[in-house]
């Protein structure tokens, strides 16, 4: 039982344990010579938060006007270099970009890194509105062609850039890479299936932890009080927690008790809600949506499909939809697709991913 309480957040958590009291990682893409473009450290306000940004503009040295691109991490307290697992994807990403003639802006989340704020009250709203101020900061640089702005989100930040794109005339593109296109609820149920079918859980087992944990959500999405919703979520626990061995109770118990923590966050409840569609379907702006064909966190059939419908509906002829063979949500060549192979892989990002992202924003930007 203590098995199945394992969710994709914990095991996050465990493949970052893999790596402590090793040596370090191998990491041959992230850049170790002479780089060929400028690297400016740079701050600038949310205003509407009272939050300052603290990011890298990385700058090729034209003396040109450049299309730009700002780059919206994953779900979790990440940095500029959306680091994890001894991996720095940002960096590579923004590395390859800037030597294909791109400006690129990565940043520390709001309370993460060198940015103020405070990241723990902060829901996925709040770090659209800090993009918001990205795109506004990149209007304001003479290096950066502001017709020609770009966003490109990863995971969580793949949710963001749609809402960023409906609310600003001044984003020229969209790149989306392991975004979803159904609700945090449905991703969870399907994350669930997958990591408990991959470890032996038996079919009935896993049909039981379901059950647990849509009394969980019924909760979260019915009471809105975080303290109410809290007593009734211990009850739930206690009671899902007599029910097991005794040798198992204690066990479970810190399971449960620590998922309660996650779920009954402000940013669980508006993720777990959220619809992606609300944004996607208002999306008028070129889009290319990619996704690896083993992604364990983001499952490319239940996604990338919802987001092509929505955009073919909306009106939008300008998108393109892509599932990479052997990739995981990392857009990494794997096995499995495994959280756990993450940290092993010594690749970052898959150089196809690298070079298929540069060349289509190359052709959506090219007569700018």
């Not at 603290?54 to 270099?81: F, Q």
């Amino acid at each position: 039982m203590v098995k199945q309480l394992i969710t994709a957040f914990s095991l996050l958590t465990a493949a970052d344990e893999y790596l402590k009291g090793n040596p370090e990682p191998l990491r041959p893409q992230v850049p170790k010579s002479a780089i060929s473009y400028d690297v400016e450290e740079v701050k600038y306000p949310n205003l509407t938060a009272n939050v300052t940004l603290a990011g890298t503009l990385t700058l090729p040295r034209t003396g040109k006007a450049l299309p730009a691109v700002l780059l919206i991490a994953g779900s979790g307290p990440i940095d500029r270099d959306e680091t994890v697992f001894g991996h720095k994807p940002f960096l590579v990403l923004a590395d390859h970009l800037t030597k294909q003639g791109f400006a690129v802006l990565r940043v520390d989340k709001r309370g993460i890194g060198q940015s103020t704020g405070n990241y723990d009250d902060a829901t996925t709203e709040d770090f659209a509105a800090d993009t918001l101020a990205g795109v506004e900061y990149l209007k304001t640089r003479t290096e950066v062609d502001a017709k020609r702005i770009g966003l490109i989100g990863h995971s969580e930040g793949g949710l963001i850039a749609p809402m960023v794109a409906v609310k600003s005339r001044d984003v020229a593109f969209v790149v989306l890479m392991g975004a979803p296109g159904v609700t945090g609820e449905e991703t969870v149920y399907a994350q669930e299936i997958f990591i408990s079918r991959a470890m032996g859980v038996a079919e009935k087992q896993i049909s039981q932890q379901l059950d647990f944990q849509k009394r969980v959500f019924s909760v979260i999405k019915n009471e809105p009080d975080l303290e109410k919703a809290e007593k009734l979520l211990r009850d739930i626990i206690a009671k899902q927690v007599a029910n097991l061995p005794k040798e198992e109770q204690q066990a479970s118990a810190c399971a449960m008790e620590a998922q309660m923590k996650r779920c009954n966050s402000r940013w669980f409840r508006y993720y777990l809600t959220y619809d992606p569609t609300t944004s996607l379907k208002h999306l008028q702006v070129p889009v290319l949506a990619t996704n690896g064909e083993l992604d364990s966190q983001v499952f490319p059939k239940q996604n990338l499909s919802v987001i092509a419908k929505t955009l073919e509906a909306s009106g939008n002829r300008n998108y393109k939809i892509i599932e990479f063979p052997k990739l995981n949500h990392f857009f990494q060549i794997s096995e499995t697709g495994s959280i756990l192979e993450y940290g092993k892989i010594e690749e970052t990002i898959a150089p196809v991913v690298l070079d298929t992202l540069a060349g289509w924003i190359s052709e959506i930007t090219a007569n700018g």
